[in-house]
T-cell receptor, first 109, second 117 residues
């Protein structure tokens, strides 16, 4: 059973396009994180969101935590080939920590 | 600052054999995690240590997997005996302890890629 479902699972877009990745759950999370993982490497943290409704921006990336703290989204503006990778949401509920199912993004030059 | 170290990077074994992975976390990080990641999927937490105590091992297949963190620093993860479905990347991560329910940053090692034939 996957507590954090991501959509879409795969995404292939042209350089310069915008995209949004979703992370959904029926559970409430104390905080939620987004990671990016490149082939052959471990995930690297992009952002942590804590407050329901919170929006954080990191250059061309915009992260939002849902008001009820059950979902989150990642929006990338003007995607670049360097954005290619596996995007993972992750969160803790109670004492347990979960990663999402993952979204594999390919940006074609 | 040195990152999380893992060894070996690759391992190929036959089913029913044993295998062990080693992890050295970032100095001063009290929390250590072991994950199993199937290709293209999100990592699945196997076990979480706080110093040398187990915080969560609810998803560890205890009939074949074991892990220890002696002296609260290095950790080893063992599989005995291995099955075909254990083929995956095993990731180790470490972090400072979470505060007030807010997740700390986990720093990941490069992982050990296991192939069971």
């Amino acid at each position: 059973t996957q507590l954090l479902e991501q959509s879409p699972q795969f995404l292939s877009i042209q350089e310069g396009e915008n995209l949004t990745v979703y992370c959904n759950s029926s559970s409430v999370f104390s905080s939620l994180q987004w990671y990016r993982q490149e082939p052959g490497e471990g995930p690297v943290l992009l952002v942590t969101v804590v407050t329901g409704g919170e929006v954080k921006k990191l250059k061309r990336l915009t992260f939002q935590f849902g008001d009820a703290r059950k979902d989150s989204s990642l929006h990338i503006t003007a995607a670049q080939p360097g954005d290619t990778g596996l995007y993972l949401c992750a969160g803790n509920t109670g004492n347990q920590f979960y990663f999402g199912t993952g979204t594999s993004l390919t940006v074609i030059p | 600052e040195a990152g999380v170290a893992q060894s070996p990077r690759y391992k190929i074994i036959e089913k029913r054999q044993s295998v062990a992975f080693w992890c050295n976390p970032i100095s001063g990080h009290a929390t250590l995690y072991w994950y199993q990641q199937i290709l293209g999927q999100g990592p699945k937490l196997l076990i979480q240590f706080q110093n040398n105590g187990v915080v969560d091992d609810s998803q560890l297949p205890k009939d074949r997997f074991s892990a220890e963190r002696l002296k609260g620093v290095d950790s080893t993860l063992k599989i005995q005996p291995a099955k075909l479905e254990d083929s995956a990347v095993y990731l180790c991560a470490s972090s400072l302890a979470a505060s007030g329910g807010v997740l700390g940053t986990q720093y990941f090692g490069p992982g050990t890629r296991l192939l069971v034939l």
